[in-house]
């Protein structure tokens, strides 16, 4: 099971997002991706989960092509993704953002991310670090083979973000590939074996996450402004 | 009970199947300007069915419902992905063309010594299906309320289930809709041709009522005010634009006192409602509140039941 990202340029308005990106990645790995803000980390995202359009480039997943596939196509290929801002469900009960819609059991998903007492009230009364984690539950229910987390510690205490880097963890599994895209170096060296720096739209590394600190590229564009 | 009493119930009964028909619209998150058209279309089957073709009542309403559900089966294949403004103003178009569309329609047939059926902008006349089966106009307009009580029943467990689910989703974030892998497009056609069929029914019911209906019964006020009925009652539940229906025609429009000044009163509401509650009286946290109170309610007389 591969995903493979194949000279993808996307154009939002008149600005090039993403230019001729490439990656692939293999059954079991978990991703890391980071960058500057507007790098086009969501981008990339957005596109896998199309969302958004491509200018050019090719994406396929488990030999399946992806491009030009409707969102919930593409979701239906067992793609599933979390949001930069929480997207729940506000007015459905907890339990029903899990379901979704779907014929499954919330249960599993709810007791995995702790949610298991709240699953009667309605989404709308949870904290933002709960709301995060019935994000992540809502996109594991499905058992995806494909998961895109974007910023899932983002706005979370140092605690809640021990807490989410511990479920990713336990949430990841040898048969699924996770994109993580995170702006705190600390969870994505802990989770990371693999990271990818996008700048400006162009990929600027992809390798261990031990050689981030020596590449000057990766030095310029995103330590050395995170270290002013 | 006096007439004017039965024509308030019967106008209660009727329209709130076009309130029906367009809270589940407002609950996928479209505004439909144009549930009128649906309804006329309803209307105008039915009475072809059971006046030219000389079906039996049921035989009329069932294919008002049907004939709505089409077209808003055949409505929802082009405007499935329209939202806001561009849906609500495609709604109002749609109404529109079928009230305009409705003014060259001819098809007359001689039943007796009788031409019988749609004549253009003369309307259609003759709809007596309702008085030939014997059937007393007080008994139609119980009849009326028992199906609507069989459809609120059934809207009920249908918004209950995985399509009502899936109808709210699509209603609050499409996106965010899509990417668990709703087929967006599937179920925005049905639910359509679901409002299609409520309108359609209603349609139905009024043409047997009224014994004619025109083209002028496609008013845009009748859309607008189906609308406004479930963003005051509520979109909590499909009781909510029943409540505002009562709302409208049982409290504004029948007290005297009142109904002079219905549509400043009925307008102003709306717009307080729109500004202080936006998803109306009941919406969506009342209705949950009040469901935890009943289950706890139920748990606490079990408890009692169970220590006596």
Redesign the interface.
């Known amino acids: 099971m591969t995903l493979e990202v194949d000279r993808l340029s996307v154009r939002l308005d008149s600005t090039e997002a993403l230019r001729a990106v490439g990656l692939t990645a293999s059954a079991g790995e978990l991703l890391g991706l980071i960058g500057p803000n507007g790098a086009g980390k969501t981008t990339l995202l957005n596109a896998i ?3 958004v359009p491509l200018a050019a480039g090719r994406i396929a997943f488990q030999g399946r092509a992806l491009t030009g596939l ?3 196509q593409v ?2 290929a067992r793609v ?2 979390t ?1 930069q801002s929480p ?7 907890v339990a ?1 953002n899990v ?5 499954l059991d919330p249960g599993p998903g709810l007791r995995l991310v702790g949610l298991e007492t709240r699953a ?1 009230e ?1 989404a ?1 009364a949870l904290t933002p670090g709960e709301a995060r984690r019935l994000e992540l539950a ?2 594991l229910a ?1 058992e995806p083979a494909l998961l895109l987390l974007d910023e899932p510690c983002g706005g979370l205490n140092a605690a809640e973000t021990e807490a989410m880097a511990t479920l990713i963890e336990r949430a990841h599994g040898a048969a699924r590939i996770t994109i993580l895209v995170e702006h705190r170096l600390g969870v994505i060296r802990r989770l990371c074996p693999r990271v990818v720096v996008l700048n400006l739209g162009e990929k600027i590394f992809d390798g261990p996450a031990d050689g981030l600190g020596s590449d000057p590229r990766v030095i310029e564009a995103y330590l050395g402004t995170s270290r002013q | 009970m006096s007439d004017y009493a039965l024509s308030l119930l019967a106008r209660i009964g009727i329209e709130s199947f076009v309130a029906l028909s367009a809270y589940v619209l407002l609950l996928l998150g479209r505004i439909s300007f144009g549930q009128q058209g649906f309804f006329v279309i309803g209307a105008y089957a039915a009475g072809i069915a059971t006046a030219v073709h000389g079906a039996p009542l049921v035989g009329g309403l069932a294919a008002g419902a049907l004939a709505g559900a089409l077209a808003g089966a055949v409505f929802g294949v082009s405007m499935a992905r329209a939202q806001g403004l561009y849906f609500a103003a495609g709604s109002l178009a749609f109404g529109e063309l079928v009230r305009v569309a409705l003014l060259v329609f001819e098809y007359r047939a001689a039943v007796g010594p009788d031409l019988v059926g749609p004549a253009g902008a003369d309307g259609f006349r003759g709809i007596r299906a309702l008085f030939t089966s014997g059937i007393h106009i007080g008994w139609y307009v119980l009849g009326i309320h028992g199906l609507l009580a069989l459809v609120l029943v059934a809207t009920v467990f249908t918004l209950r289930g995985r399509w009502g689910e899936a109808i709210r989703m699509i209603g609050e974030d499409e996106a965010a809709a899509a990417t668990v892998g709703l087929p967006i497009r599937r179920v925005a056609v049905a639910t359509m041709a679901l409002a299609g069929g409520l309108a359609g029914l209603g349609g139905a019911l009024f043409a047997h009522y009224a014994t004619y209906v025109e083209p002028g019964h496609a008013d845009v006020m009748l859309g607008v005010h189906s609308l406004a009925y479930g963003l005051l009652g509520g979109l909590g539940t499909p009781l909510g634009p029943i409540l505002g229906v009562a709302l409208d025609i049982g409290v504004l429009e029948s007290f005297r006192l009142l109904s002079g000044y219905r549509m400043i009163i009925f307008g102003g509401l709306v717009m307080l409602f729109l500004i202080v509650r936006p998803r109306g009286l009941l919406d969506e946290a009342t209705v949950h509140r009040l469901g935890r109170l009943a289950r706890r309610g139920g748990e606490g007389n079990a408890e009692a039941g169970a220590g006596r």
């Open positions: 989960g199309g969302l409707s969102p919930d979701a239906r599933a993704r949001f997207r729940l469900f506000t007015r459905m009960t029903g379901r979704a819609g779907r014929s009667h309605l709308a809502r996109a499905g």
